[in-house]
């Protein structure tokens, strides 16, 4: 277990989270800015969307590939060595993105981010989970929450200022000055965890679980780009793959993953509800600005402030509800916030073309409510639920969950709403797109649901009351 804090200095604890919070908003803001400045990239360097598109998806699949991968190395050498190498990998590679030459240059360079994005995001919540007591972990966990809630919302404004005022190559910059402050703050605060030395590191399963995630990420996210047979077959490769890592896991002595973390009801039933609540969320992020822009005419920065409520109401309730559930236990907090998402999914599915935009409002405000009550409490009821032997496992599964929701959550509506259309000539048909949405809509209403039901018969331990 890291030893956290030096003798008689527990204000240290508050040290650890803020280094790795600071690299939270750091690796969060370079996400949501980058995506704001696709365009300005795509004309500057002159190539096609399916080009530009591949600075998002090589980021996204190198730090989702690598998340368990880089969990299990922490779990094994020590969490303080991996974290600090993602940073310094983070901030020199968001350099070289600043000074990309070609667009190739910039996807590579996007890639090495992803290597860095990943020690940081495997251990972010492994080092916070063992710096602070259980009857603190939530309320810690909803803090970094906020974090992140800040840093997805922020992006797109700050980003779009930014690249507005000095051009797309300053949003890397951004990242130099955070990246020195936040490594002086590790250095300095955090400790090392207990390695678990002699141990053989399980490169085929590494290797097995890499394919089988690239496999299925791929498939979701250029399925439009190359068609249903490509999609077929690298589902193939991803189930063969994934069977061939359980037996691996299940015949090595010191596996890539602890399968028996699976046989914990709380571990098991805490990461499905993540995985339903995140691939039932992204649908409205995905696609109500198809709604708001093309039906509705406003402009994206309208657009993008009319759904602001969202992150910002999450960013509010995160704290207050990961405290709460220190005390009272997290099966009540998720099985309700899901419910309450659930619900604000059922509201937006009535829309119509002159619907007003306070019942839209009405509905973001449960939606960012009920997200709120749900993510700390169940990242926490996750971290708190293995041995700290296994938390690199854990932290690193709880963001490989969140990552897989949103991208299954971006491709099955997607996919499910271009369908409906027929084709993207109807999207500014109102008879078309309403009906469409609205079908995605409840099928989102349906798996919050099914979120719901995982997050209440997840069993917990009793609560530890505050001294």
Known sequence: MMSSQAPGKPIYKWWIFTAVTITTIMATLDSSIVNIALP???????VEIVVVEWVVVSYLLT???????????????????VFMAGIIIFTLSSVMCAFAGSIYSLILSRSLQGIGGSCITANGLPIITSAFPSNERGKAIGWNGTTVAFGLSAGPIIGGLITHLFGWRSIFFV??????????????FLRESKAQRPVTFDFSGA?????ALVSFLLAFTEYQNWGLTAFFALIAVFIIAIVAFVRQEKLFAHPMVDLNLFKENRFTNSSLAAFLNFAGRFSIIFLFPFYLVDLRGLNTSTAGLLMTPIPLLMAAIAPYCGSLSDRIGSRLLTTLGTLITAAGFLMIAFIRLHTSFAFILASFFLMGIGSGMFNPPNTSAIMGSVPHHRLGNAGAMASLVRNLGMIVGIA????LFHALCRTEDHFSDAQIVIPAFSIVMIISFVINLSAAYFSYTKREPAIIPHS
């Open 40 to 46: 300005v990239i795509r004309a500057d360097f002159q």
């Open 63 to 81: 730090i989702s590939s690598l998340l368990m991968i880089f969990g299990r190395i922490a779990d094994l050498f020590g969490r303080k060595k």
């Open 207 to 211: 290797a097995l679980l890499a394919i």
């Open 175 to 188: 990242n130099l000055p955070i990246g020195i402050v936040a490594l002086i703050l590790a250095q300095k």
């Open 412 to 415: 099955w509506s997607g996919a």
